[in-house]
């Protein structure tokens, strides 16, 4: 993988070349193209099972103001509670009980479908079929789809699954009809149903709605901190939404109106208790005084007497409210004591004396929802559950000990009270007895019928106010059908289809980019080693033959591969200049890398200027250099070496001029150690005698160490790396030969070079090769140009080169 990835390594002084970047991308657009297609299509059957989701929403606003009903007594300073916190609310509203209600006011006892291709469509608010239920136990409801399909005028077909199996029975209008347990009639109505109509529907309990309706429901503040708050309904039918949503604002201002209602009767029932009680010391204090009156024949007291009696009635009156208030306190500590829920404390909440206590209710009232809620995801033991709780408690504890310091409070005004009724006693007490007496009797009468009268009036206002609450949340705007689906939102899917498509063509390009092993370009070749690149033999144009009988470069003189070939001529004449005659050896990593290919092509330009070249097949295991001079290689190199021929017996004349040619021989048994005898480097330099240019074709380095004395000996050493076969290890050999042998007439020559975009190298050195300064084109782009005769490029593919090389 390393390797795979130095096409793209980038190194100090390199930079991006954004041209190549862009070439890159051009030269596989259709990559991108099938991947954005595809992403998009993608999107679209996304779009096209995925049912459309519309959101309802409507307004609602909670009161802030205290309840009607009036405070029970003066001195017991009892006040309602503070607005319903926005969120203690939304609990509520949520509720299951509160959504089941609302269910319960629409027509909900029968759902009805359309099957499309895809997926149902349910018709509500529509009913395609007229349906009476027989029997609405929801225990027993049979809650599979049901498909209806027309027959006739008075004959239809239900299809329906019973015990894993479908049933298709045949039935007519208005006759009952049992599936399982469940009853119904269908009925005929004004719609004519064509043949085969179908329709499919499905009975429902109100507890069926409740996961639909609460997973789409949401209440949020519309402002922060705000009473008034934004209920939403998110569903596959808007029509649905909305009724819901109005029906469920409608329930909850019932059940705000009832809950309040019942605080009020809890207070009125309160104050009948006491009014009871009182009812009978009155009566039995005016029959006490009426008696005592005829008896003792005495119908007043005196003036002081009354004063004495004004002040006795004035401190046990205090006093009878002060019990009727610890009554009160009493029973509020007794429900906190027994945990009651949320709904019972709210009921007693009239008997408080401390305006704290009232917010420390509240607080208990929202923490009880709150935990309420909370239970219906989580367990009991959980964390969200138990960090719940710990507040109940400390709520409670405050609470208590807040209705314990109101008691005691009531306590210490009840010992004042006493101390001055101890003094008003006293000066009873030194009355007459007859006026004693009387002032006795008639303090019990007014001080009972005072605290009665007192009650009385209470309850009446507590009756008044109870017929006049008023629900304390108002509507502000109901809900209404918004037939503009909310999700899937087919823009965005659409964006991010066609992005997600196009990181995944780019991605894809990247990924093809790092799996390719081979080299494609001088600039991959020059950032992986420091041997110089001598030059680029394009990839010749046209259909080769088996044996490349034909040298090329000499058939098509006028072709770019001729004209590069030539370029590496050129070059080669600036290695080893003081050298008269050249020995040329070309190798390679592995076979298949146009040694044989190179070597005949540069020996047919190098006799062009009237060099005179003789051509060694030098690779003595798999040489097929005879095949192109059409030799039959029965006598050669391998013969020579090993004695059993001359020099003279092995060089043959080729039907081209100044081009004469060693073949390999017969293939020997030891042919490393041949290639390692004397005599080779006896016949170089016999050669060098009589040829300008000695080339030698060799064994492929990578394979076999048959080349290495060859190498040691040439004056110019040509690694040959193929475009699109070569690895990215092949061009570190030429650097490892030169370090081993310290060599320093090595070069690299890439051939079979076309114009490959995608597989370039994207990074443009900062600094030049400083080990080689020759000069060479790859030609792209220049096929057209009209200097060369191998152009057959269709006119829309000479654009689209033309283009490129703009870019």
């Known amino acids: 993988m390393q390797e795979a990835l130095a096409n793209d390594l980038q190194k100090p002084n390199d930079r991006i070349n954004y041209a190549r970047l862009f070439r890159v991308v051009l030269s596989r657009w259709y990559l991108v193209a099938f991947a954005v297609l595809l992403c998009f299509a993608l999107a679209r059957l996304y779009l096209w099972y995925t049912p459309k989701q519309y959101a309802t929403s409507a307004v609602m606003k909670f009161d802030e103001k205290k309840s009607e009903i009036s405070e029970l007594v003066s001195v017991m300073n009892t006040a309602d509670r503070a607005a319903a916190k926005v969120q203690s609310e939304s609990y509520v509203i949520k509720s299951r009980g509160l959504i089941i209600n609302a269910v319960k006011d ?19 608010p529509a009913k395609p079929l007229a349906i009476e239920l027989l029997q609405e136990d929801s225990a027993s409801l049979y809650k599979d789809l049901i498909t209806f399909q027309a027959i006739n005028p008075d004959k239809f077909s239900l299809t329906y699954n019973t015990e894993n199996h479908a049933v298709k029975t045949a039935y007519a209008y ?40 609460s997973a789409g429901l949401n209440v949020n503040e519309i402002i922060k901190n705000s009473n008034v708050v934004s209920l939403e309904e998110t569903d596959p039918n808007p029509q649905f939404a909305a009724d819901i949503l109005n029906a469920l604002m409608k329930e909850y201002l019932d059940f705000d109106k009832n809950r309040k209602m019942q605080s009020a009767s809890q207070i009125i029932s309160f104050i009948d208790n006491q009014l009871d009680y009182l009812s009978k010391q009155v009566k039995s204090s005016e029959k006490s005084l009426e008696s005592y009156k005829k008896s003792a024949k005495v119908f007043d007291v005196s003036s002081s007497a009354s004063v004495v009696l004004g002040k006795v009635q004035e401190v046990e009156s205090q006093k009878s409210l002060l019990n009727i208030q610890l009554i009160a306190i009493n029973q509020l500590k007794q429900q906190i004591s027994n945990e009651k829920n949320a709904v019972n404390l709210n009921f007693n909440m009239q008997g408080t004396v401390d305006p704290l206590l009232n917010g420390l209710l509240v607080r208990y009232n929202t923490l009880l929802t709150e935990k309420s809620a909370l239970q219906k995801t989580y367990i009991n033991n959980s964390e969200p559950v138990n960090e719940v709780n710990n507040q109940l408690a400390q709520v409670r504890n405050s609470a208590l000990a807040n209705i314990d310091a109101s008691v005691k409070r009531i306590g210490s005004t009840l010992t004042y009270l006493n101390s001055q009724l101890q003094t008003a006693n006293q000066q009873v007490a030194a009355l007459p007895t007859a006026e004693r007496d009387m002032v006795s009797l008639k303090r019990d009468f007014e001080i009972n019928e005072k605290v009665y009268s007192f009650l009385s009036e209470k309850k009446l206002e507590a009756q008044i106010s109870r017929s006049s609450i008023l629900a304390g949340a108002t509507v502000i705007e109901p809900a209404q059908a918004n037939f ?120 047919s330009t190098l006799a062009l200027i009237d060099k005179k070249v003789v051509l060694i097949a030098a690779d003595l295991r798999r040489s097929k250099l005879h095949y192109v001079f059409d030799q039959d290689n029965q006598v050669g190199l391998s013969n020579y070496l090993a004695g059993q021929a001359k020099q003279e017996q092995i060089i043959f004349k080729t039907d081209y001029a100044n081009i004469d040619f060693i073949p390999s021989g017969p293939v020997p048994p030891n042919p490393s150690e041949l290639l390692h005898h004397p005599n080779l480097n006896l016949l170089i330099e016999n050669l060098k005698l009589r040829y300008d240019v000695i080339m030698i074709d060799t064994a492929p380095v990578g394979l076999v160490s048959d080349s290495i004395p060859v190498i040691r000996g040439s004056d110019i050493n040509i690694f040959v790396i193929r475009a699109g076969k070569s690895s990215f290890h092949a061009a570190e050999i030429p650097q490892q030969l030169t370090g081993k042998y310290g060599l320093n007439n090595t070069v690299i020559l890439l051939n079979a070079y076309s114009e490959e975009n995608f597989h370039s190298r994207i990074y443009t050195s900062g600094s030049k090769n400083q080990q080689g300064g020759y000069y060479y084109n790859d030609y792209n782009g220049y096929a057209s140009s009209g200097y060369y005769t191998d152009d057959s490029s269709p006119s829309w593919w000479k654009l689209n080169r033309w283009i490129k090389r703009i870019v």
Not at 108 to 118: Q, T
Not at 200 to 212: A, C, T
Not at 536 to 548: A, G, T
Not at 556 to 585: G, H, Q, W, Y
């Open 484 to 603: 503009n689906p909310v999700s899937p939102d087919v823009s965005s899917i659409n964006q991010k289809s066609i992005l997600l498509g196009l990181l995944l063509g780019l991605g894809l390009i990247l990924l093809l980019r790092m799996l390719n092993p081979y080299i494609y370009d001088k600039e991959t070749i020059e950032s992986l080693t420091n041997v110089p690149v001598i030059g680029m033999i394009r990839k010749f144009p046209y259909k080769l033959d088996q044996n490349n009988t034909q040298i090329l470069s000499l058939a098509k003189p006028k072709s770019i591969f001729a004209e590069s070939v030539r370029s590496v001529r050129t070059n080669l004449s600036f290695m080893a200049p003081d050298k008269l005659s050249k020995v040329i050896c070309i190798t390679s990593e592995v076979a298949g890398e146009g040694k044989s290919f190179i070597a005949v092509n540069l020996s």
């Open 106 to 124: 629409l027509d909900y006892k029968v759902s009805f479908f359309i099957a499309g291709r895809v997926r149902k469509y349910e018709t509500y």
């Open 174 to 213: 208005d006759k009952p009809i049992s599936i399982g347990k469940t009853s119904f009639i269908i009925h005929p109505n004004n719609t004519r149903f064509a043949v085969n109509s179908v329709y499919q529907f499905k009975f429902n309990s109100p507890e069926d709605f409740y996961p639909r309706v």
